[in-house]
């Protein structure tokens, strides 16, 4: 099972970015995915979730009405979109596959002036 994550950057207060994660190893389109993060000192925390098929999502209360998580299951390819960003966005955001509890190895992002 292999989760790349992608798209993390510097971004300014109220600025927008997309974050994507490239799947392999496993029937991703069987699978419900999630978006977390962690902030330096933090614990980790829930973002987003999607089911398999895309038609069901949640989000954390902090990301509702801001972020959009969806999927291409013809790309094996999730994404954050996150619109709106605030400085207490500022994480690793991490991808996460309910087969085997699987996580990718996160992508910074920063959101400052």
């Known amino acids: 099972v292999q989760l790349v994550e992608s798209g993390g950057g510097l971004v300014q207060p109220g600025g927008s970015l997309r974050v994507s994660c ?19 000192g933090k614990e980790r925390e829930l973002v987003a979730v999607i089911n398999s098929n ?7 209360d902090s990301v509702k009405g801001r972020f959009t998580i969806s999927r ?33 190895q996160g992508t910074q992002v920063t959101v400052s002036s």
């Open 22 to 40: 490239v799947a392999s190893g496993f029937t991703f389109s069987t699978y419900a995915m999630s978006w977390y993060r962690q902030a330096s």
């Open 54 to 60: 895309g038609v069901s999502t949640y989000y954390s």
């Open 72 to 104: 291409d299951n013809s790309k094996n390819t999730m994404y954050l979109q996150m619109n709106s960003l605030k400085p207490e966005d500022t994480a690793v955001y991490f991808c996460y596959s309910y087969f085997r509890n699987s996580w990718g």
